[in-house]
T-cell receptor, first 115, second 110 residues
Framework: GAGVSQSPSNKVTEKGKDVELRCDPI?????LYWYRQSLGQGLEFLIY????????KSGLPSDRFSAERTGGSVSTLTIQRTQQEDSAVYLC?????????????FGPGTRLTVT | GNSVTQMEGPVTLSEEAFLTINCTYT??????LFWYVQYPGEGLQLLLK?????DKGSNKGFEATYRKETTSFHLEKGSVQVSDSAVYFC?????????FGAGTRLTVKP
């Protein structure tokens, strides 16, 4: 596909369960970003990958959140022991040349609902 | 650290009115600046960008000028349309470190 894809598109889970969200960036894009967008709120930066390494993990809200990227491509964001406040839309974006001001291309997001 | 502050919304205008959405930034380096737009029911997409001081980004009648002296990147449009109703996000990228403002919801009424 030509764009950033994310799966699942919707996820409903019970409080306390673990969830895994997946992002497939545009082929060849070296940079990958995860954001969280709560209802009516702006974009909250979570984590950024350059290749497989994450130079900036400062946005992860707690140690229940982790992310990895393998092969410089697919990334997974894992939330352990989910809480109701984790309910949000999780957005992934990729970029070809972030250091040079490259545009970010966003995926459609995963809507997570914790009941 | 790097951050972006943009005008709080919501903003409601009549069709053909002039639009300004203010955006200021704080950055340790020399960032690139962006405006992204999120139309109802759609994903975020780039509206315009500027990569160095005094550059002007423009698209779909929108403009923003990178002002280093005032650390600003205000979004303007001379005559808004109903179809411009959306949420607008100001953002900066400093060597890959990307930060977004909180977003400003614009509603344009006919």
């Amino acid at each position: 596909g030509a764009g950033v894809s994310q799966s699942p598109s919707n996820k409903v889970t019970e409080k306390g369960k673990d969830v895994e969200l997946r992002c497939d960036p545009i082929s060849g894009h070296t940079a990958l970003y995860w954001y969280r967008q709560s209802l009516g709120q702006g974009l909250e930066f979570l984590i950024y990958f350059q290749g497989n390494s994450a130079p900036d993990k400062s946005g992860l809200p707690s140690d229940r959140f982790s992310a990895e990227r393998t092969g410089g491509s697919v990334s997974t964001l894992t939330i352990q022991r989910t809480q109701q406040e984790d309910s949000a839309v999780y957005l992934c974006a990729s970029s070809l040349n972030p250091a040079g001001g490259g545009e970010q291309y966003f995926g459609p997001g995963t809507r997570l609902t914790v009941t | 650290g790097n951050s972006v502050t943009q005008m709080e919304g919501p903003v409601t205008l009549s069709e053909e009115a002039f639009l300004t959405i203010n955006c200021t930034y704080t950055a340790t380096g020399y960032p690139s600046l962006f405006w992204y737009v999120q139309y109802p029911g759609e994903g975020l997409q780039l509206l315009l960008k500027a990569t160095k001081a005094d550059d002007k980004g423009s698209n779909k009648g929108f403009e923003a000028t990178y002002r280093k002296e005032t650390t600003s990147f205000h979004l303007e449009k001379g005559s808004v349309q109903v179809s411009d109703s959306a949420v607008y996000f100001c953002a900066l990228s400093d060597r890959g470190d990307m930060r977004f403002g909180a977003g400003t919801r614009l509603t344009v009424k006919p």
